[in-house]
């Protein structure tokens, strides 16, 4: 068993719990939503919003492209139910997107943003995607990068996962190629947020829903010798305004031919 494995039931449980939480400490995440929608030049006709969450990049989408066909899908039905609330016209799709239950060539527009992290295979989702869109069609992503959250996974030091792993510019380039995409372009940048405590960067992290769904995380509760030793790492790290949590961010557009 690789440790650091996703398990999909633990992802989807995760989110569905946080589904009423997630909107009041998203902040992060709309802002990615709200870049990511400027990479989008074309008008296509249909649009998947894949990782829909609380259908905030829905409601965006749908007002930029009104006359567009647009459906939303997360694996968490919680999240859709927020989805809906947010978009009640929007049809939904609770699915993996490693496993569409879309036709081929269905979309013009696959949109997601800071989902994908959320798979084991991303090839598998790259494939998907290019199944389901259409010749000129547009995948268009955001995703975290491997220093995401580095300060907090350095600072572990029990043996344990606590953090997922994300995969780099090159892995995610050459699985878009692998999978048939062209004019792909990849574009990174890096946001450092900061926290009073670790307390206040776990209760945000609950609150999205980002919980340790790695297979080689701790069962039950973290010793507390590890916790004490995570914190005295951690607060090596303290500057004026607070302890530092990084969120590397790409930004990936490509198209099918």
Not at 181 to 198: G, M, P
Request: proline share 4%.
């Amino acid at each position: 068993m690789n440790e650091l494995n996703l398990e999909g039931r633990h992802i989807r449980r995760s989110f569905d719990r946080a589904a009423a939480s997630y909107d009041q400490a998203a902040a992060l995440q709309r802002r990615v939503a709200d870049r990511l929608m400027q990479g989008v030049a074309a008008v296509p006709a249909r649009i998947l919003d894949a990782g829909s969450g609380t259908g905030y990049g829905t409601a965006a989408l749908k007002q930029r492209f009104p006359e567009a066909v647009l459906f939303a899908l997360d694996l968490a039905p919680g999240m859709l139910q927020a989805t809906r609330t947010r978009t009640p016209d929007v049809p939904l799709v609770c699915a993996d997107v490693q496993s569409l239950p879309l036709a081929a060539s269905s979309v013009d527009l696959f949109w997601s943003s800071l989902m994908l992290q959320w798979c084991n295979r991303t090839d598998l989702a790259f494939a998907e995607a290019q199944r389901c869109l259409s010749a000129g069609g547009h995948f268009v992503f955001s995703t975290f990068g491997p220093a995401t959250l580095h300060e907090l996974r350095d600072s572990f030091a029990d043996g344990h996962t606590h953090v997922s792993r994300f995969p780099g510019t090159e892995e995610l380039h050459a699985q878009l190629v692998a999978a048939g995409f062209t004019d792909i372009r990849i574009e990174a940048q890096a946001e450092v947020l900061h926290y009073a405590d670790v307390r206040s960067l776990m209760l945000e992290l609950k609150a999205i829903g980002a919980h340790n769904a790695t297979a080689g995380r701790a069962r039950g509760l973290t010793g507390k010798r590890s916790w004490q030793a995570m914190l005295a790492n951690y607060a090596t790290r303290r500057v004026s305004n607070g302890l530092p949590a990084t969120y590397e961010l790409f930004y990936v557009s490509a198209r099918k031919p």
